[in-house]
């Protein structure tokens, strides 16, 4: 029996699960039984990317796990290379085919890429998407304040969503206070923290052995009660299960507080900072 996952009213009066499955580097026919035992398990938000090279494989293990497709909602994203407003529309509408879906429950702009400087266009793009039904909601990924903004006072809509480097090493308090501040909702990418998992940390540990689960539920269960929503990714199917089994203990204020205090200036996984890096 799948889990109960709490949910949370986006700006737009569309809701996401609280936890979503990651699907950075899963593709072919691995993938597709990756993805595929995420959803039997019971995640109902799936992440996904054009640049992830895996959207092919996204469609295939929804129709592989027999659950309806009204049950899942389905995360991709536009590359830097399709930032033009033309070439975001097509960007969408070819992740759709590759999907075989006839809508995509989210789409954000992967990056802003400030140097190319047409995010805004993008952002014009996935406004008319969604007035055409081609997309349920839309938002951004890796945006700043400064992003946000250019894109609110360009077309008069706000963001559902912000997508962002999130994890214990590297909190981002700021981001969820301005996401917090303009309706955003906020969604954790490496949300353990991939290579720099923080689970020999004494305060995850404490934690761990105070509720009897792993290291990486106290993690998964510390976005949870920040209200950011977090997109882990494995292959175990019992590790999947693992994961989404967050909802049945809670930490207590100084847990959180003792989990949040282990970021640090440097705590990027890589040099990710939005106005320098880009991708496309």
């Known amino acids: 029996m799948s889990p109960e996952i709490a949910r949370h009213t986006l700006n737009d009066g569309n809701t996401l699960p609280a936890i979503g499955f990651g699907t950075s580097q899963v593709t072919g026919d691995e993938g597709i039984e990756v993805m ?3 959803l039997e398990v019971g995640y109902r938000l799936i992440d996904s990317a054009v640049n992830y090279g895996n959207e092919e494989e996204v469609g295939e293990a929804l129709r ?3 659950v309806p497709r009204e049950d899942v909602q389905i995360t991709t994203k536009i590359p830097g290379r399709h930032h033009e407003r033309a070439l975001a529309t097509k960007s969408v509408e070819d992740s759709l085919d590759r999907m075989g879906l006839d809508y995509v429950d989210l789409v954000l702009i992967h990056w802003p890429n400030p140097s190319v400087g047409k995010y805004v266009e993008a952002w014009e793009a996935l406004v008319d998407l969604q007035g055409r039904g081609l997309v349920r909601s839309i938002g951004v990924s890796n945006f700043t304040r400064k992003h946000l903004e250019d894109v609110i006072e360009a077309t008069g809509v706000t963001p559902a969503v912000n997508q962002i480097e999130l994890h214990p090493y590297f909190p981002q308090q700021e981001m969820r206070i301005v996401g917090a501040s303009l309706g955003i909702q906020t969604e954790s990418w490496s ?3 991939k290579r720099n998992a923080p689970f020999g940390e004494p305060a995850v540990v404490e ?3 105070a509720h009897d689960v792993t290291p990486a539920q106290v993690v998964l269960r510390w976005h949870v009660q920040l209200g950011a929503i977090p997109l882990p990714k494995s292959s175990s199917p019992e590790r999947q299960r693992e994961n989404l089994d967050v909802f049945g203990f809670e930490l207590n204020d100084a847990e959180m507080a003792a989990i949040t ?4 200036p440097d705590g990027r996984l890589f040099d990710g900072d939005p106005d320098t890096h880009e991708e496309m």
Not at 261 to 264: C, D, I, N
């Open 36 to 38: 595929r035992s995420a």
């Open 64 to 66: 592989r796990s027999g």
């Open 191 to 193: 949300p353990i923290g």
């Open 207 to 209: 934690a761990a052995q």
């Open 261 to 264: 205090g282990l970021g640090r």
